[in-house]
């Protein structure tokens, strides 16, 4: 897990990770400050950024989720519970009174930086 020592202030950018570093379709952690962030890049290049947070198991492991397409929809799967949530909105597709935080992605000379929305 990379680590940066300081949280993201709303609308700053921090580099997080090389996307070199990223592989297609496998979450990588990194930590804002105290915060953990789930890193995916999927099979058509695109980056996305979502909480660590699982709410179903109450523990940090949706960067161990599995990534896939529901109905156009990109989404990684929990590891523990397996609820699937979407990749660009964070919203669960099983309980629509679950969502978890997204964050902004874009990369700078290949660096992967996130801002907070």
């Given at each position: 897990?990379?680590?940066?020592?300081?949280?993201?202030?709303?609308?700053?950018?921090?580099?997080?990770?090389?996307?070199s570093d990223l592989i297609p379709n496998i979450g990588v952690g990194a930590l804002l400050?105290?915060?953990?962030?789930?890193?995916f890049k999927i099979n058509n290049g695109d980056i996305f950024a979502i909480d660590n947070y699982d709410p179903f198991?109450?523990?940090?492991?949706?960067?161990?989720?599995?990534?896939?397409?529901?109905?156009?929809?990109a989404v990684v799967a929990s590891p523990i519970y397996k609820q699937h949530f979407n990749l660009s909105t964070g919203q669960?597709?099983?309980?629509?009174?679950?969502?978890?935080?997204?964050?902004?992605?874009?990369?700078?000379?290949?660096?992967?930086q996130l801002a907070n929305n």
């Open positions: 897990m990379s680590e940066v020592n300081k949280s993201i202030e709303k609308g700053e950018w921090l580099s997080v990770c090389q996307e400050g105290e915060q953990q962030v789930a890193l198991s109450d523990a940090n492991v949706l960067s161990r989720g599995i990534c896939g397409d529901i109905k156009g929809q669960c597709l099983e309980d629509e009174t679950v969502k978890i935080d997204v964050y902004q992605v874009r990369v700078i000379n290949g660096d992967v």
